[in-house]
């Protein structure tokens, strides 16, 4: 106990956490989290959380998982690291399985998803520049997206509170509204509105000039704002617009993917293929950190050019292809197989939707989205006029939730009119769930919405 008193102090003089979270940091201590088992995490007083977020989406096949740890330190012993520019035999069979499950060929191993979008990002344009299409560099992302905390990523997102702090941002990079039915920013119901916000796409495209459209980047099911599920046909139209101009459909599949949504990638749930993917967190579960940028044959070989012409890639890293980080993606993966994780996220997924669902008695019960084991409640004061709930009372509900051993994820809209993005209790928990632990998530949000709205 006093081990664990002076490491929380010691964290809270020097460990920078999340900046959001930081001028709040003494009055709500972090937990210091020292062990974990299936779906459960352990602080260091002994208490037992079912972990609903999976520690931000990628603790995929679960904690305590010793079997991975046995597969790092037997590669960590052997060969620990040697950079890319040589071979080494856990990153070759890992993108050797990755591409196959994923039904593109070349994968580029990187350090966070945020770096991954990053590639994506460069070796689109270069693509086209290869092509002889120079002029070919917007970006088009669409409002409310995270894809990474990295300049060009932040740009690509639509998050204003995430971005403006730190612009100027890198130039090219434009915005489509969200697929977000539940608030249709074009003020639209499916299916009468046509698919407005995929035809905007269209739109942005031709006025822009498709000659100067690089790339469309978005994930699935766009996860952190509240799990914007959009209708089937959403990313099919996407797909079919961007082929139609020429344009490159970069999927975040970062925390879609991996099995999360009860497919391996989430865009296999709409029948199209990306020319490129971004891959991050489930990959590995956590258990060491990797990364990883997907490309079809067509578009790397598009990329790749001709060093005597200096049109070859310049894309390098240092830990990209870590022997240590592949061994433990390639034991999670072969887990996530033997126990059929995606399809138990699929079954328990939709068990935890319909409970979550069975609260629509609660006052502030606005909608609950979601596929497989990636699900959100959104939350409003009145459901009639759908303002959000107060960011305030959402922390609390998070609050009462954990007090009562449950983790779960959150995210409060920057909007006050409830025209952007709405509020919403986030969950994502590990993919070995059981249907008795869903149950035990949503009698908790239940009292917990209880406690808070009365
Ligand atoms: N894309 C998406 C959809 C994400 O949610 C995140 C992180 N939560 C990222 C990219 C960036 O990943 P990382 O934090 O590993 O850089």
Redesign the pocket.
């Known amino acids: 106990a006093e081990e664990a008193q002076k490491a929380l102090s010691e964290d809270l003089d020097h460990v920078w956490h999340p900046l959001l979270q930081h001028k709040t940091l003494r009055e709500n201590p972090p937990l210091l989290m020292v062990a974990g088992h299936g779906a459960t995490v352990v602080d260091a007083e002994g208490r037992e959380y079912i972990d609903a977020f999976a520690g931000?989406?990628c603790v995929n096949v679960g904690y305590g998982r010793t079997e991975i740890a046995e597969a790092a330190y037997e590669q960590l012993r052997k060969l620990a690291y040697y950079p890319h520019t040589q071979a080494n035999v856990p990153a070759a069979l890992l993108a050797d399985r990755v591409s196959r499950l994923a039904g593109m060929e070349h994968t580029y191993f990187v350090n966070?998803?945020?770096?991954?979008?990053e590639a994506a990002f460069k070796l689109a344009r270069q693509y086209h520049k290869n092509r002889g299409q120079p002029e070919r560099y917007k970006i088009i992302g669409r409002y409310y997206?995270?894809?990474?905390?990295t300049l060009a990523?932040l740009a690509a997102g639509g998050l204003p509170e995430r971005r403006v702090k730190y612009e100027p941002m890198p130039d090219g990079f434009l915005h489509a509204p969200p697929a977000y039915c539940y608030r249709c920013p074009f003020g639209q119901k499916y299916p009468s509105c046509g698919l407005a916000c995929a035809r905007y796409i269209e739109y942005m495209i031709e006025a822009e000039g498709p000659e100067t459209v690089a790339a469309i980047v978005m994930?699935p099911i766009q996860?952190?704002v509240g799990v914007l599920v959009p209708p089937d046909e959403y990313l099919p139209t996407v797909a079919e617009i961007a082929r139609r101009h020429g344009v490159l459909l970069i999927i975040?599949e970062?925390?879609?993917g991996f099995g999360r949504t009860g497919r391996w990638f989430a865009h296999q749930h709409y029948g199209i293929r990306p020319d490129l993917m971004?891959v991050?967190?489930g990959i590995s579960s956590g258990y060491l950190p990797l990364?990883a940028t997907l490309a079809t044959d067509e578009v790397f070989q598009g990329f790749l050019g001709d060093p005597a012409e200096g049109r070859h890639a310049m894309q390098v890293n240092t830990w990209g292809g870590h022997a240590g980080a592949c061994a433990a993606a390639l034991k999670n993966i072969e887990l996530m197989e033997r126990e059929d994780l995606v399809g138990n996220a699929e079954r328990v997924g939709a068990h935890l939707i319909a409970g979550l669902r069975s609260l629509s008695h609660h006052r502030w019960f606005g909608e609950v989205r979601g596929k497989g084991l990636l699900a959100a409640l959104e939350l409003v004061e009145d459901p009639d006029t759908r303002r959000p709930l107060a960011g305030a009372l959402l922390n609390r509900i998070a609050a009462a939730c954990q007090a009562r051993g449950v983790i779960v994820g959150k995210y409060a809209g920057w909007s006050a009119s409830g025209v952007g993005t709405g509020t919403a209790l986030l969950f994502s928990p590990p993919l070995v769930l059981t249907r008795e632990e869903a149950d035990r998530i949503v009698a908790v949000v239940d009292e917990a919405l209880r406690e808070v709205g009365g």
Not at 112 to 117: L, R
Request: negative net charge.
């Open positions: 931000l989406w966070s998803g945020s770096e991954a979008n997206a995270y894809h990474g905390t990523t994930e996860s952190g975040d970062v925390i879609n971004a991050a967190k990364a």
